[in-house]
């Protein structure tokens, strides 16, 4: 098997920030684990949050567990790229966690809301930004429907938040239907490695061209 231009000795590149957002019932979070378990090199951001640990989840590695003293100082040093209350509780994400990635060559996901995508955008430039759809709102609320865990008064909000976010996501820089989980994971492949390829540090790979020894 060859070896890939974007992992050719001595060729560096600068990892890829991505937002991937979707309104609930979207997909996003099942695609991005996908991604992030059958591509090497793919991390999530760890978000920083003042809500306690659930179950099994574990500080550092799940989240960022800190309480509102510490999230209150991280705001107001300007560490967080982005954050946001959520069922009153605060998540954000702290910039040092995306910089010291992003400087290794790591692509760093964010598995967060439209908000926050641009919030991270404004603050690092180069953001890739995809949005996932559903194929048309009737499969959304069927989605939703089919998990049994809301009730109805709420999935009806959570369907008018969906025309909100669908209706506001026209800076987004993607979009994948996810109509076809496996369709839309190649999709979401392929704009990773087009933004990886468009990072590589050229001079060098031109170097390399130039001067490699033919085998």
């Not at 991604?35 to 978000?47: D, H, I, N, Q």
Request: with cysteine; glycine share 8%.
């Amino acid at each position: 098997m060859g070896v890939g231009t974007d992992q050719i000795q001595g060729v560096s590149r600068r990892g890829v920030p991505m937002v991937v957002s979707a309104p609930s019932g979207g997909g996003k979070t099942t695609l991005c684990h996908k991604l992030m378990a059958t591509v090497p090199g793919v991390e999530f951001s760890v978000s920083h949050t003042t809500r306690k640990p659930r179950g099994q989840e574990r500080d550092g590695v799940d989240y960022h567990f800190v309480d509102d003293a510490a999230f209150d100082a991280l705001v107001a040093n300007g560490e967080l790229l982005e954050w946001a209350v959520v069922h009153g509780q605060r998540y954000g994400t702290h910039r040092r966690e995306a910089d010291d990635r992003l400087g290794r060559g790591v692509d760093v996901l964010f598995d967060i809301d439209i908000q926050g995508g641009r919030q991270i955008a404004e603050k690092i430039p180069d953001t890739v930004l995809v949005f996932v759809l559903p194929p048309d709102m009737a499969t959304l609320s069927a989605r939703l429907t089919n998990r049994k865990s809301d009730a109805a008064e709420v999935i009806e909000r959570r369907l008018a938040a969906a025309k909100s976010e669908i209706a506001q996501s026209g800076f987004y820089g993607y979009f994948i239907v996810n109509d076809d989980l496996e369709t839309a994971y190649n999709e979401l492949c392929s704009v990773l490695i087009s933004e990886r390829l468009r990072r590589l540090d050229r001079r060098a790979l031109l170097d390399h061209v130039m001067t490699r020894r033919a085998r």
